[in-house]
């Protein structure tokens, strides 16, 4: 079946370090891919999005990576800051319409260490 | 802050009883999605509303309903809550401009059933 996952559930870093976090997707199909940031109470913040056609794009201080072939993205966090510690979710959307039918994965909690 | 606004925030109901949770679009957005997601996994769709009408659900039973309005707010109704209905419910807009839009969520509801 069609998903949307998760290499590792945790990952802790040391402040100043720079963060890498891994999705994989099964669906060949998939052509577009979002990150969303979710502190503790609150809704998925938009971190940066990517399209099937585009293997790297780079925002403030993140980068995503798209592997088509082996169908991966990464979140790449440079200099990541304790503000940055929170769950990070890697999402698909399957609505050529619409930016708002996402499948998430489950989640990384990234811990920044000061 | 993202423009999008829930409420209530926490809500604690009693299995068999019915819920209504509301969400105010981001202003210039038409498009309303909603999500659950339970705690440690990440959210999942549920049904998505565009000029009033339901367009697209996710594998939920039919005691999971909506509304949207004119004004594109939109209502979440759940009937004969069960346990597993506990969690977050999470509302995203969105503007219906072409493929791949972004989507904006709101704080969430806390459903708590007991």
């Known amino acids: 079946g069609e998903s949307v996952g998760l290499h590792l559930p945790t990952l802790s870093v040391q402040e100043g370090d720079n963060s890498i976090i891994n999705c994989a997707y099964s669906?060949?199909?998939?052509?577009?891919f979002i990150w969303y940031k979710q502190e503790s109470g609150k809704g998925p913040q938009f971190i940066i999005d990517i399209r099937s056609n585009m293997d790297k794009r780079q925002g403030q201080r993140v980068t995503v990576l798209l592997n088509k072939t082996v169908k991966h993205l990464s979140l790449q966090i440079a200099a990541t800051q304790p503000g940055d510690s929170a769950v990070y979710f890697c999402a698909e959307n399957r609505d050529e319409t619409s930016g708002s039918r996402l499948t998430f994965g489950e989640g990384t909690q990234l811990t920044v260490n000061p | 802050e993202t423009g999008v606004t829930q409420s209530p925030t926490h809500l604690i109901k009693t299995r068999g009883q019915q819920v209504t949770l509301r969400c105010s679009s981001q202003?210039?957005?038409?498009?309303v999605s909603w999500y659950q997601q339970a705690l440690g996994q990440g959210p999942q769709f549920i049904f998505q509303?565009?000029?009033?009408?339901?367009?697209g659900r996710g594998n939920f039973p039919p005691r999971f309903s909506g509304l949207q309005f004119p004004n594109y707010s939109s209502e979440l109704n759940v009937n004969a809550l069960e346990l597993d209905d506990s969690a977050l419910y999470l509302c995203?807009?969105?503007?219906?401009?072409?493929?791949?839009?972004?989507?904006?969520f709101g704080q969430g509801t806390r459903l708590t059933v007991v």
């Open positions: 995203a807009s969105s503007h219906r401009t072409g493929p791949n839009t972004e989507a904006f």
């Open positions: 669906n060949s199909a998939s052509d577009y």
């Open positions: 509303y565009y000029r009033e009408e339901e367009n």
């Open positions: 202003s210039g957005h038409n498009t």
